[in-house]
């Protein structure tokens, strides 16, 4: 079975081929097509981002397509960054200036109010329309400098408790079991295996 994974973010594609390494399904990237169209993600939730994506990539393609729209929601800043994580200091993935804008936002937050959550919304779609959506969420705390090497995004912002290490610090392979990310694909797998 084919997959197209509709993200040119290739540390998302990094991990989903991770968690996907001992499946039979193929993944294929977007790299992988002629001239794909750019899918302007202008939605006001998670859910119509990774919807909008799936279903005209897959319309596009003629395959199986998987979506998916994430983000920080950090409970101090109403939600913020959200939809817009990818841009929030303006341009479309510079995680440098959206770290930078973030803690000068939290700056005078205190730590008991630094609460924040990374939420993922995927979307598998087919060419005829159907669309399925899987979520998942991982809770945490902003931290006031970064710190780690790996990941990307907010990663080295992003503090799991329960480990005392930011996304950025944790290795690969328990990033991805915990992650918002991790836990909506591990649905999106138990759903591609109902269909073989």
């Known amino acids: 079975m084919k997959l ?3 993200t040119g973010n290739q540390g998302k594609l990094k991990e989903i081929r991770h ?26 939730s998670f859910t119509e981002n990774a919807c909008k994506k799936a279903l005209e ?10 979506a998916d729209d994430s983000g920080l929601v950090v409970n101090a800043l109403n939600g913020e960054p959200g939809v817009h994580s ?14 930078t804008k973030l803690l000068h936002m939290m700056a005078t937050v205190p730590d008991e109010q630094r609460r924040a959550a990374f939420c993922c919304v995927m979307a598998l779609a087919w060419p005829d329309g159907r669309v399925r959506t899987f979520e998942g969420q991982i809770s945490g705390f902003i931290m ?9 995004g907010y990663d080295p912002l992003f503090l799991v408790p329960e480990y005392g290490m930011t ?10 079991r915990i992650s918002h990310r991790g836990i909506a694909l591990r649905q999106v797998i138990e759903a591609l295996s109902e269909l073989n």
């Open 4 to 6: 197209l994974v509709a």
């Open 19 to 44: 968690l996907l390494a001992t499946s039979p399904i193929e993944i294929v990237g977007l790299d992988e097509l002629d001239n794909p169209p750019d899918v302007i993600e202008d939605g006001m």
């Open 57 to 66: 990539m897959a319309r596009f393609s003629g395959l199986l397509t998987l």
């Open 86 to 99: 990818a841009r929030y200091a303006g341009q479309q993935g510079d995680d440098r200036a959206n770290n």
């Open 144 to 152: 006031r400098g970064e710190r780690g090497s790996g990941g990307f």
């Open 167 to 176: 996304t950025a610090e944790l290795p690969l392979e328990i990033k991805n």
